[in-house]
């Protein structure tokens, strides 16, 4: 467990866990824009976690892996909510669903409480 905690799927889940706080953040302060991008980076660092090393413990590997997906799927309903396109020279309009947006981020909180407790052993290892 220590080896994967410091290799490979160690920094990808490390990089979920920040991307995740970073999109709550900017999600909070409704900057859509930055917001959008956000939820781009969100997805990435998913696709890297899905790929990376699986967690030796195996309950540990299936939670945290329905949690990856869950996360995929709704940092791309989080992009989708929000379209940016520019408006002359320096402008941009920001069109947003809230509906889709709003759903997105009560998903996002509910799935860094699961991410939280799905990894929570190997945060004990990281003291």
Excluded: H
């Excluded at 970073?22 to 939820?39: H, I, M, P």
């Amino acid at each position: 467990m220590v080896r994967w905690a410091d290799g490979g799927g160690g920094a990808a889940w490390s990089a979920v866990t920040t991307q995740l706080g970073d999109v709550t953040q900017v999600g909070g302060a409704q900057l859509y824009s930055e917001l959008r991008l956000e939820c781009a980076r969100l997805g990435s660092s998913v696709q890297t976690a899905r790929s990376a090393p699986p967690i030796p413990d195996r309950a540990m590997e299936r939670l945290y892996a329905n949690v990856l997906a869950r996360l995929a799927a709704t940092s791309t309903d989080c992009r989708d909510a929000i379209s940016v396109s520019a408006v002359g020279d320096e402008g941009q309009q920001i069109t947003v669903d809230k509906a889709l947006l709003n759903r997105s981020l009560a998903q996002f909180a509910a799935e860094s409480g699961e991410l939280y407790a799905a990894t929570a052993e190997i945060r004990t290892l990281r003291r």
